[in-house]
């Protein structure tokens, strides 16, 4: 009946509250709060006339026609905020305990304390940390409610495994070709080699900043770091041998221009639940449907490094170092269980695949079954944590416009992309 129900009456019981409230709540079911004095759960921060109808006790032949004067907009408003108030803050004792400990913290530290907006809109308060910053414009999730836009210049971070041996190697190529971009404002090229960093001459000459960083401890969630150097809203996240072009980097920044809360990237994998080993399961195969896009070529907002190291625990991110394999998946979960949405995947050249599985350092890695069996076991490890599976499924595919069309290539902005 609840389910059933636009609007749920919530009557005082034997004390002042009810659980009919929270049930309410997790039904999408307006409540219609009848308990003249009840102070609400969380309401020093929790704006509850954007969810909840407050009735007046003494009153009550006036609730019928007050519920019915309510506009369809507004009820869809309503019952779409309990169910952003209940997953954020009510859904588990733990979320109920890390709240209130939150509200305390922002009391304590009121210099540092959260924003009603930030703690009533999406992705709410326990995953906009204010230890990041205290302005909204800071944070992806604001941009269109603030009416601003991202800095429009990105950060291209490049992880450096193999040491430098040849002027041929892919990463030199990457270099250059990421540097050309009109939207490049710097490249980092994070050393996680166990080499001594090469000569500053060994590097390809740019137009733009290139900054060589020691990988801290030489482990993999060190390309999650909130670098300082960091600059820009926006990061590009490339595997050492990457095969992208300046016409794919610059196609693939003006689109998380658009989405600068979502993963945006090249190469797509996806999950599944296998019913026969009851657990969930990996699959690089590709298909019309996707859930994560890797970080080896891949454009996201920089509050995810910040959200990566402060919030995750350190038992996933010690796995993940310990085998030193998938940090992209869980990079792909927290981004997920932030936004509740898919990544999104732009085009792609055909070659890509084949490219990259004729690379040296990472065509054993696809190929090692070990490797694969790894990423099952993570898979189902953060899930765990994350209190259930938060990757989203997407069938879509963000191309240029007129992309294969039967038209000149000279009404084509993004011109090289099919001449790839």
């Known amino acids: 009946m609840l389910h059933n129900s636009t609007f749920c009456l919530v009557p005082r019981g034997r004390r002042l509250g009810s659980f009919r409230f929270l049930e309410a709540l997790q039904a999408a079911c307006v409540p219609v709060m009848l308990s003249n004095g009840w102070e609400l759960p969380f309401s020093e921060i929790i704006n509850w006339n954007t969810a909840a109808v407050i009735g007046d006790e003494r ?42 400990l939150e509200i305390i913290q922002d009391r304590v530290l009121q210099q540092e304390s959260r924003s009603t907006l930030m703690w009533n809109s999406h992705p709410g308060g326990l ?25 429009p210049k990105f950060t291209a971070v490049i992880h450096a495994v193999t040491p430098l041996f040849s002027q041929s190697q892919p990463i030199l190529k990457l270099l250059v070709s990421v540097a050309k971009s ?32 020691e990988g801290e401890n030489k482990v993999m969630s060190s390309r999650f770091l909130p670098y300082e150097t960091i600059v820009t809203d926006a990061v590009l996240s490339l595997d050492e041998d990457t095969v992208l072009s300046t016409t794919e980097v610059d196609f693939a920044f003006t689109v998380w221009q658009s989405f600068p809360e979502r993963l945006v990237g090249y190469p797509a994998r996806s999950h599944f639940w296998d019913s026969n080993k009851e657990r969930w399961g990996y699959t690089s195969k590709w298909t019309n449907d996707y859930s994560m896009v890797l970080t080896g070529a891949a454009i996201y907002h920089r509050y995810y490094h910040f959200l990566y190291t ?111």
């Not at 309510?70 to 019952?79: F, P, Y």
């Not at 940390?129 to 601003?148: M, N, R, V």
């Not at 939207?183 to 500053?200: E, G, R, S, T």
């Open 59 to 100: 009153l009550l032949l006036q609730i019928p026609s007050t519920v019915r004067s309510i506009h369809q907009d507004k009820i869809l408003a309503l019952r779409q905020q309990t169910q952003f108030l209940w997953e954020a803050y009510f859904s588990s004792v733990e979320k109920i305990v890390l709240t209130t």
């Open 127 to 151: 995953f906009a940390l204010p230890q990041y910053s205290a302005h909204l414009g800071d944070f992806p999730f604001y941009y269109a409610t603030l009416g601003i836009k991202p800095h």
């Open 182 to 213: 009109q939207y490049c404002a710097q490249i980092i090229v994070l050393w996680n080699c166990d080499k001594p960093l090469p000569a500053k001459h060994r590097w390809p000459a740019t137009s733009v900043p290139v900054i060589v960083i």
């Open 310 to 420: 402060n919030f995750l625990p350190a038992s996933l991110k010690g796995m993940v170092d310990q085998l030193a394999n998938c940090e992209d998946i869980l990079m792909n979960f927290l981004v997920s269980a932030v936004t509740k949405l898919p990544p999104i995947k732009v085009t792609q050249k055909k070659q890509y695949k084949e490219t990259m599985m004729g690379q040296s350092s990472r065509a054993s890695r696809w190929a090692d079954p070990d490797h694969f069996a790894q990423r099952q076991t993570c898979m189902n490890k953060f899930a765990s944590w994350f209190g259930g599976m938060p990757l989203v499924h997407s069938q879509m595919r963000l191309d240029p416009v007129l992309f294969k069309d039967q038209v000149s290539i000279l009404r084509k902005k993004y011109r090289d992309i099919e001449r790839l």
